[in-house]
C-alpha cells in the first residue's frame, strides 16, 4: 500500500466514526426530548443531516446505535481497570463508579427507555476485553457472571435513585455486601 493510499484510508476510518458519532448524538439528542420507541430512523438521520442510506450503512435499528455508543464505552472502561496495578476489590468498585459516573445523562435515558440491559449486554459480550478474563480458578466463568450482574445491579439501582451517591460511597456499600456474604 503506498503513502496514499494509507492516508486515504486513514482519513476514511475519521470519516466514518464520525459520521457514527453524529448518529449517536442526534439520538440522544432526541431521546432527551421524547422516549425511544417515538424517535424514527428518519428523524434520527434528519437530524445529524445525513441521507437515510447513511445510516443503514452503519446501523440496522436505533438500539445498534445505542449498542456501539455503550461498546466503546465498555471497552474504555475495560482498559481503565486494566490499568488497576492492584486489582483490588476496593479499587475496581471505585473506578467503575467514578468512570460512569460522568456518564449519568446517558445512563439515565437508556433507564427512562427500557435499556439498561444493553449495558450488561455489552460487558459480558466484550468480556475476553476485561481482567475479568484473566481469572484462573474452577467455574471462572461462573465468577464472572456473578460480579458482572451484582455491578450490573449495583449500577442500576443507583441510576434508579438518581445516581446520588458518590463513588467512595458505592465503594462502602459494595463492601459492605462483600463482608455480609462472607
Given at each position: ?37 417515538k ?20 446501523f ?10 455503550i ?63 484473566t481469572?484462573a ?8 457472571q ?37
Amino acid at each position: 500500500m503506498t503513502q496514499n493510499e494509507t492516508v486515504k484510508k486513514h482519513v476514511r476510518t475519521v470519516q466514518i466514526e464520525q459520521t457514527k458519532q453524529d448518529f449517536t448524538t442526534a439520538l440522544l439528542q432526541l431521546m432527551a426530548d421524547q422516549p425511544l420507541d417515538k424517535i424514527s430512523v428518519a428523524a434520527v438521520v434528519t437530524r445529524a443531516g445525513y441521507a437515510r442510506r447513511t445510516f443503514y450503512r452503519h446501523f440496522t435499528t436505533l438500539d445498534d446505535v445505542l449498542r456501539a455508543k455503550i461498546d466503546a464505552l465498555t471497552l474504555l472502561l475495560y482498559q481503565q481497570l486494566a490499568h488497576s496495578h492492584t486489582f483490588s476489590f476496593e479499587e475496581t468498585v471505585q473506578t467503575f463508579f467514578v468512570f460512569w459516573q460522568p456518564h449519568q445523562d446517558l445512563l439515565k435515558l437508556l433507564a427512562q427507555n427500557n435499556r439498561l440491559y444493553l449495558l450488561e449486554d455489552s460487558w459480558s459480550n466484550n468480556l475476553a476485553d476485561s481482567q475479568l478474563s484473566t481469572i484462573a480458578m474452577a467455574h471462572a466463568d461462573y465468577f464472572q457472571q456473578f460480579a458482572l450482574g451484582g455491578m450490573f445491579a449495583m449500577l442500576k439501582h443507583w441510576v434508579q435513585q438518581g445516581a446520588t451517591e458518590s463513588p467512595q460511597a458505592m465503594v462502602t456499600i459494595a463492601t459492605a455486601i462483600r463482608q455480609h456474604l462472607n
